[in-house]
């Protein structure tokens, strides 16, 4: 993984390369940013100046076989653990190691990609991933052997917020009294929810969103697109390249957040005036209870940006806006008056919760019932 590669970024490229010339690595390091911002591509570059002795900002240098092993993503002292689910082929106690052949082609094919793309990979259905402790021995294992070049072993923890309290507690341990020549990066999109004292050991390193010049160039010259839509998918991708990528393939045939939304507030505001329409909800709330947990959550995560985008339409923050509809009869313009700051905080707390609950395997069914029914209450609050 070549640093010019990775998008944007520079102050943080610089940083990591020049601590690295000096010899001034951190024995653990918590890179926290956004989906899409590339904080994997980052790491994975980052290990492999560490790994490959590169000097001079770029990963080119007299060790080619240590930098073609990189290609491949199968260094022999780069390690990954990443949450995991069990699956037909691995029905218990799932580690990382049994996923690594799937890890690396999905790295290979979009390093920029989230949480909820792994997860179609594996398939997770009403499952949610996790990082358990059975992975937790295993870097202890890895991390205890001799490094096959002699130098560093690094590491690389995604998503290190899906941890359990039991593999955390194990990593802790490690972290107080690191092997020697021990690099570990942790990769996080939320801070808050990775223990204290793990973050406390670690030196942390905040990325920001793309900007729109560089996710816009980017589009341009790897997907040879067209510049005035690649503009306005810069623009929609709110500084993440991967949503801009799915964005560009179109890519919402099998999840179709946005009819399910319009679907449902339409439903909900027509409550009022009928209760029949109760029925609605109630059936809307089964075909997303029929979903798997992750992608429900996914999709509340989606409804919190829509009403947060009608919010800031009503209050005249075009530029901030970036939703365009494509159901007939429905458009911000015409949705935003009916959200507003008396609302909108209620609102948002009730997804949220609902978000929480579903998260910690409550009944979806309920839970989104429960939800639609408030919001027929909420809509029309002004």
């Not at 990775?6 to 024995?27: C, E, F, M, V, Y």
């Not at 991390?143 to 309290?165: H, R």
């Not at 490690?174 to 020697?180: A, C, D, I």
Request: glycine content about 4%; aromatic content about 10%; overall charge negative.
């Amino acid at each position: 993984m070549q640093f010019s590669e990775i998008l944007g970024q520079d102050h943080i490229k610089n940083h990591l390369t020049r601590s690295a010339d000096l010899g001034r690595i951190p024995h653990a390091q918590l890179f926290v940013g956004p989906e899409g911002c590339g904080t994997l591509p980052m790491a994975i570059a980052y290990s492999q100046y560490i790994l490959c002795h590169n000097q001079n900002g770029e990963n080119i240098g007299e060790n080619e076989s240590c930098n073609l092993k990189f290609q491949k993503i199968s260094h022999p002292d780069l390690h990954f653990v990443y949450p995991s689910v069990t699956t037909e082929d691995v029905k218990t106690k799932p580690k990382s190691i049994d996923f690594i052949a799937d890890w690396r082609q999905f790295v290979a094919d979009n390093p920029y990609g989230g949480l909820f793309d792994w997860y179609s990979v594996l398939g997770v259905q009403n499952k949610q991933g996790e990082i358990r402790v059975d992975d937790a021995q295993e870097i202890l294992k890895s991390l205890s052997l001799k490094s096959y070049e002699g130098g560093y072993k690094i590491m690389i923890v995604w998503m290190a917020d899906k941890m359990n309290t039991a593999a955390s507690n194990k990593l802790l341990k490690l972290l107080e009294e690191p092997p020697e020549k021990t690099v570990f990066i942790l990769i996080s999109e939320n801070e808050e929810d990775i223990i204290q004292t793990i973050r406390s050991r670690c030196q942390v390193l905040h990325f920001n969103g793309l900007s729109e010049n560089v996710i816009g160039e980017a589009l341009i010259s790897r997907e040879n697109v067209e510049p005035k839509l690649a503009t306005k998918i810069a623009h929609q991708a709110q500084g993440n390249y991967n949503k801009a990528l799915n964005l560009l393939k179109d890519d919402n045939e099998e999840f179709p957040f946005e009819q399910w939304f319009v679907y449902w507030v339409r439903a909900a505001f027509q409550a009022k005036k009928n209760a029949a329409v109760i029925a609605d909800l109630i059936q809307w709330s089964d075909q997303i209870a029929a979903l798997g947990r992750e992608t429900q959550k996914k999709f509340l995560q989606y409804c919190i940006d829509i009403f947060r985008q009608a919010l800031l339409h009503n209050y005249e923050t075009q530029s901030l806006v970036y939703m365009e509809s494509t159901i007939e009869n429905f458009t911000i313009a015409k949705f935003a008056p009916f959200i507003n700051g008396n609302n909108i905080n209620e609102i948002f707390q009730e997804l949220s919760d609902a978000i929480f609950h579903i998260e910690r395997n409550g009944n979806a069914k309920i839970i989104l019932t429960d939800l639609s029914i408030k919001l027929t209450r909420l809509i029309h609050k002004k």
